[in-house]
């Protein structure tokens, strides 16, 4: 089955931009997602790509896609304290509406 | 005008009780999910419906138990809870927009603790 694969932790300070990297194995993932989980809350979605799209710009997001190597990025810009979440990268193998959520990267944005 | 809503947000029961958790969605969505978060905040898909009809089904003990009375609810019910089946579940619903991305919408969770 889809592995997906995120680091966990990741340290910025406001204002810098930060980089939430992910890798999938199947190939056959039409779209790729990233979701938001701030504490105590359901996910929410942020943004997502077309898997033959490389690039994605959503105001302050930017999704990068490197499918021969099945690596996913989110570049958020500016980073603000109310980013300190949880980012989860998501893959649909084939497609369709199951979803394989990565490990989860936590972000702590520091004044 | 809660999108996704689940009850109770909190559960705490002993070892061998049956329990059963529920979500509503008022978005009109024809597919609805159920999730299991643990410590590690790890999200695993355990159940997914479609207009009632089960069609995702991992790879879940048998005292777990979905139920969609229609296609706006779907409950989850525990047999014989066990210490390990303790995590925040989470309930979620989308629209089958048939090989079109889908935005799927979460409830803000129930967290089990089983004593």
């Known amino acids: 089955g889809e592995d997906v694969e995120q680091s966990l932790f990741l340290s910025v300070r406001e204002g810098d931009s930060s980089v939430i990297n992910c890798t999938y194995t199947d190939s056959s993932s039409t779209y790729l997602y990233w979701y938001k989980q701030e504490p105590g809350a359901g996910l929410q979605l942020l943004t997502y790509?077309?898997?033959?799209?490389d690039m994605k710009q959503d105001q302050r997001l930017t999704v990068l896609l490197n499918k021969k190597d099945k690596h996913l990025s989110l570049r958020i810009a500016d980073t603000q304290t109310g980013d300190s979440a949880i980012y989860f990268c998501a893959a649909s193998p084939g497609g369709g509406n199951k979803l394989t959520f990565g490990t989860g990267t936590q972000l702590k944005v520091e004044l | 005008d809660t999108a996704v809503s689940q009850t109770p947000k909190y559960l705490v029961t002993q070892m061998g009780n049956d329990k059963s958790i529920k979500c509503e969605q008022n978005l009109g969505h024809d597919t609805m999910y159920w999730y299991k978060q643990d410590s590690k905040k790890f999200l695993k898909i355990m159940f997914s419906?479609?207009?009632?009809?089960?069609?995702i089904n991992e790879t879940v003990p048998n005292r777990f138990s979905p139920k969609s009375p229609d296609k706006a609810h779907l409950n989850l019910h525990i047999n014989s809870l066990e210490l390990g089946d303790s995590a925040v579940y989470f309930c979620?619903?989308?629209?089958?927009?048939?090989?079109?991305?889908?935005?799927?919408?979460f409830g803000p969770g129930t967290r089990l603790t089983v004593l």
């Open positions: 419906y479609n207009n009632k009809e089960l069609i």
């Open positions: 979620a619903s989308s629209q089958n927009l048939r090989g079109l991305a889908s935005e799927q919408f």
């Open positions: 790509i077309f898997s033959n799209m």
